[in-house]
Structure formats: structure tokens, C-alpha cells
């Protein structure tokens, strides 16, 4: 079982940055992959960057070339550095991680509760 808990989210300005941390718990967290998704008000839920087990990170359309998704190890957390916010960006943005790719795209295994992004 894996435990995800999500902080970093909050107000702020477009054009400005936040980064998103994602620590999680588990003795098997390790060897999972993570993910990013956001879901806007009335929108569906968009995945926006994930990260294996050994760093090799892929970036959608959603934010591709504004945010980096990274992890440490040793802290046990994940995280998701967004730059240049625009006004679209506002969402709840979720941690997410499943033992396969497949689910992890599709219906992961594991959420966080979220946490709140307002860009205005």
C-alpha cells in the first residue's frame, strides 16, 4: 500500500511559479511509477508528467516546455516545478502512482488528496 500526500499548491499570479511536492510512503514506493494529473473546474481529469523508477520522465502537451517532475529518493518525494503559470493552469493537481505503466496512464492504483493551484 502506498500513501501519497501533496503540498506547494496555492495562489498565484500568471506568469509566476510554484512547485508541487508529493511525499509518499510505502516499502514497495520505491519501485512504482509516479505521475502528475491536474483536474480544471468542469474539465477532465489531464496528465500532465510522470517519472519511472529511474528518473526517466515524459512530459504532455498540458504543460510540456513550463514544468519539470523530479523525485529524491532518500526524501521519498516527488516533485512538480511549474513556471510561467497561466490562468488555465488553475486545477487541483494530483500525485498519483501505480506498479505499471499501463494502469499508471490509465486508472492509477494511488492518489493523493490533491492540492490547489489558482493562477490569476
Known amino acids: 500500500h502506498v500513501q501519497l500526500v501533496e503540498s506547494g499548491g496555492g495562489s498565484v499570479q500568471a506568469g509566476g511559479s510554484l512547485t508541487l511536492s508529493c511525499e509518499a510512503s510505502?516499502?514497495?514506493?520505491?519501485?512504482?511509477?509516479m505521475a502528475w494529473y491536474r483536474q480544471a473546474p468542469g474539465k477532465e481529469r489531464e496528465l500532465v508528467a510522470t517519472?519511472?523508477?529511474?528518473?526517466?520522465?515524459t512530459y504532455t502537451s498540458a504543460m510540456k516546455g513550463r514544468v519539470t517532475i523530479s523525485q529524491d529518493n532518500a526524501k521519498n518525494t516527488m516533485y512538480l516545478q511549474m513556471q510561467s503559470l497561466k490562468t488555465e493552469d488553475t486545477a487541483v493537481y494530483y500525485c498519483?502512482?501505480?506498479?505499471?505503466?499501463?494502469?499508471?496512464?490509465?486508472?492509477?492504483?494511488?492518489w493523493g488528496q490533491g492540492t490547489q493551484v489558482t493562477v490569476s
Open positions: 510505502g516499502n514497495t514506493y520505491s519501485t512504482y511509477c
Open positions: 498519483v502512482a501505480d506498479p505499471t505503466w499501463h494502469e499508471l496512464l490509465s486508472k492509477p492504483t494511488y
Open positions: 517519472i519511472s523508477s529511474d528518473g526517466t520522465t
